[in-house]
């Protein structure tokens, strides 16, 4: 961890000033170290005091994703044990595929405060402005066969809807829109990508690179996104933390990951359903027809009724619904 993150890490444990001195004993580094530290701070724009005789205190902060911000909320697991930040990056997912290619252990975590190619399914961009979304990649290792991989969209949509409930302080009602989207007031918060490398002759995940991006700060979307986009804040009508999402996002993955093989979240992920019951239209390819999602089965396949009567199971593909 860099010293600006140990320093910052240092001031937000107290209210009382510290003086320079006395920070780079603390942290076993010079006082120009620390000093350079505060400035990078400043530059990020934490506004950090500084009185004569009485040192450095923190005043306020800004939304800022760094791993001291993370920390405070997170609780320690195996998900989220290593996590790389990057300023830019063209796709998490992209970096993550490459990391798990190269051996990266299981939990790594991968965040960008912005993206210039984000990833969406079905080869479309996702829209990854700077300054108010989370976009960040597990790395995981499951010993998951490959047809039971949506289980892994289903138990990181509940992780999702669990966390910005959380972080928004119960301040919004978070659905799941089967089988990889989150939504609150009937706008569109979240989007789950996940990737997986085969190994094919055991038909076994050799990783899987969950990539998760989701509005939390206020946000003004583009004309085409208005009436479907939404984030946690503008929802709940208050400033909610990235930081405070992403611990609590990887709070609950830790949770909820030891239940993947028994699927125990399936009961959350139904109740959370907001497709369940409605009239929707498959989408298949250039193909669209109208059906009736009946259930969603244990296995995270979504179960509909067509015109004709025909009970049908989909494990992947779109839907869509009208919400509004
Ligand atoms: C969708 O809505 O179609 C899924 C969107 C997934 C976006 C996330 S942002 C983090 C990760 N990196 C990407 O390039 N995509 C996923």
Redesign the pocket.
């Known amino acids: 961890m860099a010293i600006k993150d140990d320093v910052l890490r240092a001031l937000l444990r107290r209210e009382d000033a510290i003086s320079g001195s006395a920070l780079a004993r603390e942290l076993g580094v010079s006082r120009s170290a620390v000093w350079k530290a505060i400035e990078q701070l400043r530059g990020e724009g934490y506004a950090i005091e500084a009185a004569t005789n009485r040192g450095y205190r923190l005043s306020s902060g800004p939304e800022a994703l760094t791993l001291p911000e993370i920390g405070r909320w997170l609780r320690p697991g195996p998900i989220g044990a290593e996590i790389q930040i990057y300023d830019e990056?063209?796709?998490?997912?992209?970096r993550?595929k490459e990391l798990a290619l190269r051996g990266a252990p299981h939990g790594t975590a991968i965040l960008?405060r912005r993206?210039t190619?984000?990833?969406?399914?079905?080869g479309?961009k996702?829209f990854?402005p700077e300054g108010s979304?989370?976009?960040?990649?597990f790395i995981l290792r499951p010993e998951l066969s490959a047809d039971r991989a949506v289980m892994l969209t289903s138990m990181c949509a509940v992780a999702v809807a669990r966390a910005a409930e959380c972080a928004a302080d119960g301040g919004i009602e978070a659905r799941i829109k089967w089988v990889?989207?989150v939504y609150a007031g009937g706008r569109?918060l979240?989007?789950?990508?996940c990737e997986a490398g085969l190994d094919f002759e055991s038909g076994q995940m050799q990783y899987v690179?969950a990539?998760?991006?989701?509005n939390v700060g206020f946000m003004d979307f583009p004309p085409e996104l208005k009436d479907v986009a939404t984030s946690i804040s503008n929802e709940c009508g208050r400033a909610v933390a990235r930081s405070r999402f992403c611990a609590e996002l990887i709070n609950e993955m830790n949770a909820l990951y030891p239940q993947l093989e028994s699927g125990a979240f399936m009961d959350e992920n139904r109740a959370r359903s907001n497709v369940i019951g409605r009239e929707i239209y498959v989408l298949r390819g250039k193909e669209r027809y109208p059906a009736m999602a009946v259930n969603i089965d244990d296995g995270g396949s979504l179960v509909i009724r067509t015109a004709e009567g025909e009970l049908r199971t989909l494990r992947s593909g779109e839907i869509s619904v009208r919400f509004r």
């Open positions: 990056l063209d796709s998490t997912n992209a993550a960008a993206q190619g984000g990833r969406g399914r079905f479309r996702f990854s979304g989370v976009y960040i990649s990889n989207d569109k979240c989007g789950i990508l690179v990539g998760i991006g989701v």
